[in-house]
């Protein structure tokens, strides 16, 4: 039975992102109305049922996530939703929030119910601006309408929703400093414990949800958690967007099932490797986890399945590379990034990311050193596990996992002085400032 | 952001981030109808959490006059609440504020590896020819800055170029010139947009 897309089905169509079209053909705010008739520890069991775990990269179950809110507390509790989408190969809750924000505000309205909370903070990243206009108008309409504000639809909770623009900081996506980015301070993350689900925002209980998680809420409410399960493998359900660039005819993003491969997700719905040159490699959760190879792919793409096949779905950023990609050049590129990235708050993560640039950069140069290999292993491994949040881990991923599967393309690049790849394939490549 | 400054890894002008302090600037106070805005977004926060709105406080004295100065900031603490350093340590840290003036439109280059694999280093260097400067630099007469930023969200859509706050999506190296000149002629209205809300 082909998969019938429910998060974007329509984001094609014109209008799609109106509070009109949304009630027309997507049951709108049918899933808040049936929420508000039920407990909020029911709503958080019918998550927990469903077994819908965060979209934003861990994979922890959204359920359980908030069912560690406190409770019995004289605080007032907060959600925040991570919109602060800026991992590197992923866009997948840009198509969401502009061409279905109402499936989002709907989401939140239910979440804060569910938790308590009176208060849902949606955290841009700032380079959004044109979705963040769409988003505030909707919410604008969705308050006229009266699924927000003061006693929404007449159950007596009230519900604020109020858009928070970032300014251009990838660390603000971890969920502990996203919340000092939106106390108004740096983007760096606390020493948990106390996780945010006890002291978070204002030091208050708080739940940090992904965009596409919450989408995935009114869905959950409204057709149950058992429909919810079985769109996928056990433990996986639900849909699941995948976001597909890199060299490949048509990159999008696609909805699938947990069950599809990701080989049918690069060659059936991606239409396959541009200009049909060879697959060399292939990073299936954003640029923070090990690659995959050709031999590899034949697996679900579930968090589960993908974790055992040595990689992690993470945000399901699945970046594809066909066979003109240099290894230490893709290294080089990704450190760049963690390098420009990193909050600076730990020195393993501050130090040794721009320690390992300069030594990629330096291999990538063609003036690498027999033992640059060596220390850029010892480096790595000194920032792996070291640092307060998962950025340090991530930083050293690109390293670890090309040298792994690729050590003889970096023990070229220092015995040759260059970049072994065939010339005209490296004109074709985008070249990196300072290389070759 | 760079921590060190004076270490010789990559060309001096790569950094974007500058130790010396910004300029004092004109004597700064908000518009009445941006200090109008920023009283409603504060409203947004718990009264005792003033500091949340800063961010917000920043993007509004920075499209007030362009960039940030020490007049503006010493003024976004005023209304805030905070000190000064509080504030420049917020200033300092997120990229899309500048302390130094900036051209007309801010050309932000994403470099990162899915805008990469499909070109976005010729595209940069096709500006950088264009308009004869090199990245992190403005033009003689102000009209660009050229800037090359990390991952923007729109990897399907790649090279993409940010224009101030509106995007360029799949701009191909052989039409940097023409999307100067048409930026030139037309402004943001020429930018192709994104994609995904082009009916409105």
Redesign the interface.
């Given at each position: 039975m082909p998969y019938e897309p429910v998060l974007t089905r329509h984001?094609n169509e014109?209008?799609s992102?109106t509070l009109d079209f949304y009630l027309k053909h997507q049951r709108g705010y049918e899933g808040l109305r049936k929420a508000l008739t039920l407990q909020p520890h029911d709503i958080i069991e019918q998550v927990k049922a469903s077994g819908l775990r965060g979209r934003g990269g861990a994979g922890f179950p959204t359920g359980l996530k908030w069912q560690f809110v406190l409770k019995d507390t004289p605080k007032?509790k907060y959600l925040c939703c991570n919109a602060d989408?800026?991992?590197?190969?992923?866009?997948k809750d840009?198509?969401l929030m502009?061409?279905n924000p109402h499936l989002l505000i709907e989401g939140c309205a239910i979440a804060c119910y569910a938790i308590g909370a009176k208060v849902a903070y949606i955290y841009i990243?700032?380079?959004?601006?044109?979705?963040q206009q769409?988003l505030e108008a909707e919410i604008e309409k969705a308050y006229t309408a009266g699924y927000l504000g003061k006693n929404i639809l007449g159950s007596g909770s009230d519900c604020?929703v109020?858009v928070?623009?970032?300014?251009?900081?990838?660390e603000a996506g971890e969920e502990t400093a996203l919340i000092e980015?939106?106390?108004?301070?740096?983007?760096q993350p606390r020493i948990k414990p106390p996780f945010p689900a006890v002291a978070g925002l204002?030091h208050c209980p708080t739940a940090v949800n992904n965009v596409e998680t919450l989408c995935n809420v009114p869905l959950i409410v409204l057709n149950g958690p058992e429909w919810f399960a079985s769109l996928g493998p056990e433990k996986n359900g639900g849909p699941k967007l995948f976001?597909?660039?890199?060299?490949v005819k048509t990159?999008?993003?696609y909805e699938a099932s947990m069950h599809t491969t990701l080989r049918q997700l690069i060659f059936d719905h991606a239409g396959g490797m541009m200009d049909d040159r060879p697959l060399k490699a292939v990073?299936p959760g954003g640029?923070s986890v090990p690659l995959l190879l050709p031999d590899q792919l034949d697996v679900p793409s579930s968090f589960d399945s993908i974790q055992k096949a040595g990689s992690l779905l993470g945000s399901a950023?699945i970046?594809v590379?066909n066979d003109t990609?240099c290894m230490v050049w893709?290294a080089m590129?990704?450190l760049?990034?963690y390098r420009?990235?990193s909050?600076?708050k730990c020195t393993p993560c501050?130090?040794g990311t721009?320690w390992l640039?300069?030594l990629l950069?330096r291999i990538e140069s063609g003036e690498g050193r027999p033992k640059d290999l060596d220390l850029l292993f010892g480096v790595s491994s000194n920032i792996v596990g070291k640092t307060l949040c998962a950025f340090g881990d991530a930083a050293a991923t690109p390293v670890l996992s090309t040298m792994k599967v690729f050590r003889a393309e970096y023990e070229a690049h220092v015995r040759e002085g260059r970049c072994t790849l065939p010339a005209e394939w490296r004109a074709r490549?985008?070249?990196?400032?300072?290389a070759h | 952001m760079s921590f060190h400054p004076r270490m010789d890894y990559a060309p001096a002008k790569f950094h974007q981030s500058a130790r010396a302090l910004p300029e004092e600037g004109e004597p700064f106070a908000y518009t009445p109808e941006n200090q109008a805005k920023f009283d409603a977004c504060v409203k947004r926060y718990p009264p005792d959490q003033r500091k949340s709105a800063i961010l917000y406080a920043l993007y509004l004295a920075q499209g007030q006059q362009g960039s940030l100065t020490r007049a503006a900031m010493d003024h976004v603490a005023t209304q805030i609440g905070c000190t000064a350093a509080e504030v420049e340590d917020v200033v300092s840290y997120y990229t899309m504020f500048f302390t130094k003036p900036v051209g007309k439109y801010v050309l932000y280059v994403c470099r990162t590896l899915s805008c990469a694999l499909v070109g976005a280093e010729r595209v940069t260097e096709e500006l950088e020819a264009a308009l004869g400067i090199q990245r992190g630099e403005t033009d003689p007469d102000g009209t660009f800055t050229l800037v090359e930023v990390e991952c923007l969200g729109a990897c399907d859509r790649a090279p993409v170029v940010m224009v101030n706050d509106g995007w360029q999506e799949r701009l191909s190296p052989d039409r940097v010139r023409q999307f100067l000149d048409d930026l030139r002629a037309r402004g943001e209205a020429s930018l192709s947009g994104c994609h995904l809300c082009k009916e409105r």
């Amino acid at each position: 039975m082909p998969y019938e897309p429910v998060l974007t089905r329509h984001v094609n169509e014109p209008q799609s992102y109106t509070l009109d079209f949304y009630l027309k053909h997507q049951r709108g705010y049918e899933g808040l109305r049936k929420a508000l008739t039920l407990q909020p520890h029911d709503i958080i069991e019918q998550v927990k049922a469903s077994g819908l775990r965060g979209r934003g990269g861990a994979g922890f179950p959204t359920g359980l996530k908030w069912q560690f809110v406190l409770k019995d507390t004289p605080k007032p509790k907060y959600l925040c939703c991570n919109a602060d989408e800026s991992e590197p190969g992923t866009f997948k809750d840009h198509v969401l929030m502009e061409r279905n924000p109402h499936l989002l505000i709907e989401g939140c309205a239910i979440a804060c119910y569910a938790i308590g909370a009176k208060v849902a903070y949606i955290y841009i990243r700032g380079e959004f601006y044109h979705v963040q206009q769409v988003l505030e108008a909707e919410i604008e309409k969705a308050y006229t309408a009266g699924y927000l504000g003061k006693n929404i639809l007449g159950s007596g909770s009230d519900c604020d929703v109020y858009v928070h623009r970032g300014a251009g900081a990838y660390e603000a996506g971890e969920e502990t400093a996203l919340i000092e980015s939106l106390e108004g301070k740096r983007a760096q993350p606390r020493i948990k414990p106390p996780f945010p689900a006890v002291a978070g925002l204002y030091h208050c209980p708080t739940a940090v949800n992904n965009v596409e998680t919450l989408c995935n809420v009114p869905l959950i409410v409204l057709n149950g958690p058992e429909w919810f399960a079985s769109l996928g493998p056990e433990k996986n359900g639900g849909p699941k967007l995948f976001c597909i660039s890199g060299h490949v005819k048509t990159p999008g993003v696609y909805e699938a099932s947990m069950h599809t491969t990701l080989r049918q997700l690069i060659f059936d719905h991606a239409g396959g490797m541009m200009d049909d040159r060879p697959l060399k490699a292939v990073i299936p959760g954003g640029s923070s986890v090990p690659l995959l190879l050709p031999d590899q792919l034949d697996v679900p793409s579930s968090f589960d399945s993908i974790q055992k096949a040595g990689s992690l779905l993470g945000s399901a950023g699945i970046i594809v590379m066909n066979d003109t990609v240099c290894m230490v050049w893709l290294a080089m590129n990704l450190l760049h990034f963690y390098r420009h990235e990193s909050c600076g708050k730990c020195t393993p993560c501050r130090e040794g990311t721009d320690w390992l640039f300069k030594l990629l950069r330096r291999i990538e140069s063609g003036e690498g050193r027999p033992k640059d290999l060596d220390l850029l292993f010892g480096v790595s491994s000194n920032i792996v596990g070291k640092t307060l949040c998962a950025f340090g881990d991530a930083a050293a991923t690109p390293v670890l996992s090309t040298m792994k599967v690729f050590r003889a393309e970096y023990e070229a690049h220092v015995r040759e002085g260059r970049c072994t790849l065939p010339a005209e394939w490296r004109a074709r490549q985008p070249v990196f400032a300072g290389a070759h | 952001m760079s921590f060190h400054p004076r270490m010789d890894y990559a060309p001096a002008k790569f950094h974007q981030s500058a130790r010396a302090l910004p300029e004092e600037g004109e004597p700064f106070a908000y518009t009445p109808e941006n200090q109008a805005k920023f009283d409603a977004c504060v409203k947004r926060y718990p009264p005792d959490q003033r500091k949340s709105a800063i961010l917000y406080a920043l993007y509004l004295a920075q499209g007030q006059q362009g960039s940030l100065t020490r007049a503006a900031m010493d003024h976004v603490a005023t209304q805030i609440g905070c000190t000064a350093a509080e504030v420049e340590d917020v200033v300092s840290y997120y990229t899309m504020f500048f302390t130094k003036p900036v051209g007309k439109y801010v050309l932000y280059v994403c470099r990162t590896l899915s805008c990469a694999l499909v070109g976005a280093e010729r595209v940069t260097e096709e500006l950088e020819a264009a308009l004869g400067i090199q990245r992190g630099e403005t033009d003689p007469d102000g009209t660009f800055t050229l800037v090359e930023v990390e991952c923007l969200g729109a990897c399907d859509r790649a090279p993409v170029v940010m224009v101030n706050d509106g995007w360029q999506e799949r701009l191909s190296p052989d039409r940097v010139r023409q999307f100067l000149d048409d930026l030139r002629a037309r402004g943001e209205a020429s930018l192709s947009g994104c994609h995904l809300c082009k009916e409105r």
